[in-house]
């Protein structure tokens, strides 16, 4: 019987770790238009504060709640003059989240639909949603 008893034990033990291993922390991007920010917070938790630009008038970044589709460390706009967009991250068709070197024009609206950051903080969220995983992510656009 202790024999039984162990083995169920280490069975119960190894699929609760295999379940913790497999658990992924909720990514929250909040993204305001009208203020030009990005919170981003991890299981209910603020993690980052950062300054946007989203899109300017005609071309605004399309508001409402998504989860990324795909993921490009390296992307080059085709429609847009081959404009470099590093650390994408696609939510909803050829919108992205991704960083800017136009680091001047952040606080306003000026791109065509997009989500523009500064380099570092692309990369950072870039990886944050790479670890714990597009589906564990959702981006709210007000």
Same mark, same amino acid.
């Given at each position: 019987?202790?024999?039984?008893?162990?083995?169920?034990?280490?069975?119960?033990?190894?699929?609760?770790?295999?379940?913790?291993?497999?658990? +992924?922390?909720?990514? %929250?991007?909040?993204?305001?238009?009208?203020? *030009?920010?990005? *919170?981003?917070?991890?299981?209910?938790? =603020?993690?980052?504060?950062?300054?946007?630009?989203?899109? /300017?008038?005609? %071309?605004?970044?399309?508001?409402?709640?998504?989860? =990324?589709?795909? $993921?490009? /460390?390296?992307?080059?706009? /085709? +429609?847009?003059?081959?404009?470099?967009?590093?650390?994408?991250?696609?939510?909803?068709?050829?919108?992205?989240?991704?960083?800017?070197? #136009?680091?001047?024009? %952040?606080?306003?609206?000026?791109?065509?639909?997009?989500?523009?950051?500064?380099?570092?903080?692309?990369?950072? $969220?870039?990886?944050?949603?790479? /670890? #714990?995983?597009? *589906?564990?992510?959702?981006?709210?656009?007000?």
């Amino acid at each position: 019987m202790p024999r039984v008893f162990c083995a169920g034990a280490l069975l119960a033990l190894v699929v609760l770790c295999s379940a913790a291993d497999q658990a +992924k922390a909720a990514i %929250l991007v909040q993204i305001s238009r009208a203020t *030009q920010t990005m *919170q981003v917070t991890v299981d209910g938790m =603020p993690r980052y504060s950062w300054r946007v630009s989203t899109g /300017r008038r005609g %071309l605004a970044t399309p508001a409402g709640t998504f989860h =990324p589709h795909s $993921l490009a /460390r390296s992307w080059f706009s /085709r +429609k847009y003059y081959n404009s470099p967009m590093p650390h994408s991250i696609f939510f909803h068709g050829g919108i992205a989240i991704h960083g800017t070197y #136009e680091t001047a024009w %952040l606080g306003r609206p000026v791109s065509h639909g997009c989500v523009r950051l500064l380099p570092g903080a692309a990369a950072t $969220l870039f990886a944050l949603v790479q /670890r #714990e995983g597009m *589906q564990a992510t959702t981006i709210v656009v007000h």
